[in-house]
């Protein structure tokens, strides 16, 4: 059976993730998450103090670009794989939602962009790939054989990703969550290098009235008749 190559890109908090990473699953494929190397490069910028609150050093992080290495390390316990940032397991600190606020502006730097676009094409080089992200199908994979894109209502988004923090024992208000999307959504959707777009040949998946099993089951069936097609 041919491999394909799959792009789910979308709005943050609309469970492309989720879905991503139990797809990979069912289909034996690899998942790569590339919103996990954007929050371990900004966890980087933010331990070095290039970006803070009030200031955002943009060319002390570009010259510090050849000094970040990140990687994926399969846990076989949780069933997925975990981000590494130069060696050391990340994969908890970069869900806060102090990364979350920082994450969209270290994701606007073209360079930061290149290195990560190059990194995640090395990792579907050899197809068999699921990638979520925001510009999998225009931009690291615009070939891939299926792409979709995920959409939701903010407040409905707002309210997943706060019962997510919260279940993780993180101390956030619904309002701070929600200002966060909001604000993602804007940066991401405005940013010069690759926008958050739906590319012209996605499936746009609008998910606020789904449940994660039904967008799955949606998602699983159009996976099957796109690898079917493909043979
Ligand atoms: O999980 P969530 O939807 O909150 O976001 P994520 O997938 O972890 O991505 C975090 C941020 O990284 C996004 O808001 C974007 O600013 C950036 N990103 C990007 O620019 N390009 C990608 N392919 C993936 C993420």
Excluded: C
């Amino acid at each position: 059976m041919k491999n394909i190559t799959i792009a789910i890109d979308g709005f943050s908090s609309t469970g492309k993730s989720t879905v991503a990473k139990r797809l990979a699953k069912a289909l034996g494929y690899v998942y790569v998450d590339s919103g996990a190397m954007y929050r371990a490069v900004t966890l980087y910028a933010m331990q070095k103090g290039f970006i803070t609150i009030s200031s955002f050093d943009k060319n002390d992080l570009i010259a510090h670009l050849k000094d970040i290495e990140i990687g994926f390390e399969f846990n076989e316990d949780l069933g997925f794989s975990e981000v590494f940032l130069n060696g050391k397991n990340v994969e908890k600190q970069i869900r806060t939602l102090e990364v979350s606020q920082f994450v969209s502006q270290i994701a606007t730097v073209s360079e930061v962009r290149k290195q990560m676009v190059r990194q995640q094409q090395k990792m579907g080089a050899n197809k068999g790939v699921v990638m979520d992200g925001r510009d999998i199908g225009t931009v690291v994979f615009p070939d891939a054989e299926l792409k979709l894109f995920m959409t939701a209502s903010a407040e409905k988004r707002a309210q997943r990703r706060y019962d997510e923090l919260i279940e993780r024992g993180d101390k956030v208000s619904y309002e701070e969550v929600l200002k966060n999307v909001q604000s993602r959504d804007h940066i991401d959707s405005t940013r010069k290098d690759s926008p958050l777009t739906m590319a012209e040949d996605a499936i746009k998946i609008d998910n606020s009235a789904l449940s994660l099993e039904e967008q799955f089951e949606l998602v699983y069936d159009l996976a099957k008749t796109t690898i079917s097609k493909s043979q």
